[in-house]
């Protein structure tokens, strides 16, 4: 058996096949679908020339090169998780690692300086780096280890190697305009809306695409002159041209209270955005990694509550 990386994991697939004596059940511990299981048992046996485990009964019981190997693989996993993963996980007040994460640029204004005060507190010299969520990028980027997080709205992301972690579900979307007499008026009624010139936001996220979905569904319709990529623009944008926009809610902070612009409700019922994080398998058992995934979902949800 020539070691790789993708053999090493195999070890761990190992184990909780000697310890369970089933795919399912194993699968279920490692978190892994029952035909990533079978994939794994295939190559598993490709690796070592051999069944491995074979169906008697219920169970799937070991070959005697199994059983030949399962002390020597039992150790190294052991030696791993308690010489090498423990003092990655002890380390992290010290630790100078770099965390790339993926995250639009609604996200970087709503939820990226929290995270950063979080992980400050925790482990002053780690480091984060965020990159655009191009969803093609995204996935190879999961996969080659490239990005180590992704926190948004992704619903293209099909690959089957990667977990979903949901972490809060934001509050909808909501108006700002540079028209004067939506401004003076204090609301937007649906004809208004509808007669307004728009600029529309499409970044590389997906969550325009929400409001843009439910207005269909509803047969509201937008007079849109410009579009652009990016939601900060519209700070020099509503307030010299008397445009309207759509933003989440969220980033209401950024552009309430700012001359020339006025924030609006919404003339109809808003939808709101599911937020997720997501990680390659690859990183699921990493100490440092466990730990970066737990600081989000708890930064994030206590914001919520706050």
């Known amino acids: 058996m020539q070691p790789s990386h993708e053999d090493l994991n195999l070890l761990v697939v190992f184990e909780a096949l000697m310890e369970t004596r089933s795919v399912s059940k194993a699968g279920e511990r490692?978190?892994?679908?029952?035909?990533?299981?079978?994939?794994?048992?295939?190559?598993?046996?490709?690796?070592?020339?051999?069944?491995?485990?074979v169906r008697?009964?219920?169970?799937?019981?070991?070959?005697?090169?199994?059983?030949?190997?399962?002390?020597?693989?039992?150790?190294?996993?052991?030696?791993a998780r308690r010489q090498i993963f423990s003092k990655v996980a002890l380390d992290l007040r010290t630790s100078s690692r770099l965390f790339t994460i993926c995250m639009t640029d609604v996200g970087e204004t709503c939820y990226l300086p929290m995270v950063i005060n979080a992980v400050r507190r925790q482990a002053p010299c780690v480091r984060l780096r965020t990159v655009s969520p191009i969803?093609?990028?995204?996935?190879?980027?999961?996969?080659?280890?490239?990005?180590?997080?992704?926190?948004?709205?992704?619903?293209?992301?099909?690959n089957g190697?990667?977990?979903?972690?949901?972490?809060l579900r934001n509050s909808g979307f909501m108006c700002i305009t540079g028209n004067k007499e939506f401004a003076a008026r204090g609301e937007l009624d649906l004809a208004s809306f509808q007669s307004a010139l728009h600029v529309a936001v499409r970044t590389e996220g997906r969550s325009q695409e929400v409001i843009e979905k439910a207005m269909a569904a509803m047969c509201i319709h937008r007079n849109?002159?410009?579009?652009?990529?990016?939601?900060?623009?519209?700070l020099t944008i509503i307030p010299q041209t008397g445009?309207?926009?759509?933003?989440?809610?969220?980033?209401?902070?950024?552009?309430?209270?700012?001359?020339?612009i006025a924030a609006l409700p919404l003339p109809f019922a808003s939808p709101s955005v599911e937020v997720i994080?997501?990680?390659?398998?690859?990183?699921?058992e990493d100490p440092a990694h466990r730990w970066l995934r737990t600081l989000v979902r708890d930064t994030l949800q206590r914001r919520v509550l706050d």
């Not at 190697?161 to 972490?167: E, I, P, S, T």
């Not at 849109?224 to 519209?234: D, E, F, K, M, Q």
């Open 277 to 284: 994080q997501i990680w390659h398998r690859r990183h699921h």
């Open 135 to 158: 969803v093609e990028k995204l996935e190879e980027g999961l996969e080659s280890g490239g990005v180590d997080l992704a926190i948004g709205y992704f619903p293209d992301i099909k």
């Open 30 to 53: 490692l978190q892994l679908s029952q035909p990533s299981m079978s994939h794994a048992l295939s190559k598993m046996r490709k690796a070592f020339d051999d069944p491995m485990f």
């Open 243 to 260: 445009l309207t926009a759509i933003i989440p809610m969220d980033l209401a902070g950024a552009f309430e209270g700012k001359e020339g």
């Open 56 to 79: 008697v009964k219920n169970e799937m019981q070991p070959t005697a090169k199994a059983l030949e190997v399962a002390e020597p693989i039992r150790q190294a996993l052991e030696l």
């Open 161 to 167: 190697g990667v977990f979903q972690q949901r972490l």
């Open 224 to 234: 849109v002159v410009a579009t652009i990529p990016h939601y900060l623009g519209l």
